[in-house]
Structure formats: structure tokens, C-alpha cells
Nanobody
């Protein structure tokens, strides 16, 4: 199972760090990604990291502001979000796959989805 946490209310320009913790399996076997769904919007890809942490991907909308990382010893993936904007307001979900970050970006072959965590950015 995956559990996302760390969401909250923050002013524009502020920062939050999301965590995605896994239980019950070897987390290091999985590529992990973050997706988000804003009010009235479709779910979209935000960021992904390979099982080793060597490869990362970012949506253009978050590139340069968000940083994904992982600590396999703690079975946790992090999403550091800086310079937050109003349009970053969304429910953020983490997802894990035994495939690659390339397929994960498209939402293909996801083995596990975590429950979301709400991020609200006030303007």
C-alpha cells in the first residue's frame, strides 16, 4: 500500500514537501511517480523517479520548482515543492509501477495508487 502525506495550505511562493510511504513490499523494485488533479481538471502527471533514483522526470509545469527524491531504506519517495503557485492547487497522488518511469508518466501499468493528499495554494 502507498500512503501520501504532507499536503496542506500554503501561500503562493511557499513550499511543501510531500511524502509517499510504502508498506508491505520491496519499494526499491518500483518506479514511483506523483500525479495531481486540480478542481474541475483531469488528473495529470507531475513527476517520476526510477527505482534506483538515477532517472527523474518532470512535467513542464513543475520543472525547476519541484524536486523528486527517494530513500529506499525508508520506503519513501518525496516531492519537494517550492515556489508554489495558485495553479498547483490539487489533490496529489503517488503511484508505483514495476515498469519504467516512461510508462508511468502516461499512467500505464500502474501497480499501486496511493490515497491523495490535498495541496491548497492561496494567491
Amino acid at each position: 500500500q502507498l500512503q501520501a502525506s504532507g499536503g496542506g495550505l500554503v501561500q503562493a511562493g511557499g513550499s511543501l514537501r510531500l511524502s509517499c510511504a510504502a508498506s508491505g513490499r520491496t519499494f526499491s523494485d518500483y518506479a514511483v511517480g506523483w500525479f495531481r488533479q486540480g478542481p474541475g481538471k483531469e488528473r495529470e502527471f507531475a513527476s517520476a523517479i526510477s527505482w534506483s533514483g538515477d532517472h527523474t522526470h518532470y512535467a513542464d509545469s513543475v520543472k525547476g520548482r519541484f524536486t523528486i527524491s527517494r530513500d529506499n531504506a525508508k520506503n519513501t519517495v518525496y516531492l519537494q515543492m517550492d515556489s508554489l503557485r495558485f495553479e498547483d492547487t490539487a489533490v496529489y497522488y503517488c503511484a508505483a509501477t514495476r515498469l519504467t518511469t516512461i510508462t508511468l508518466k502516461e499512467g500505464i501499468g500502474v501497480d499501486y495508487w496511493g490515497k491523495g493528499t490535498q495541496v491548497t495554494v492561496s494567491s
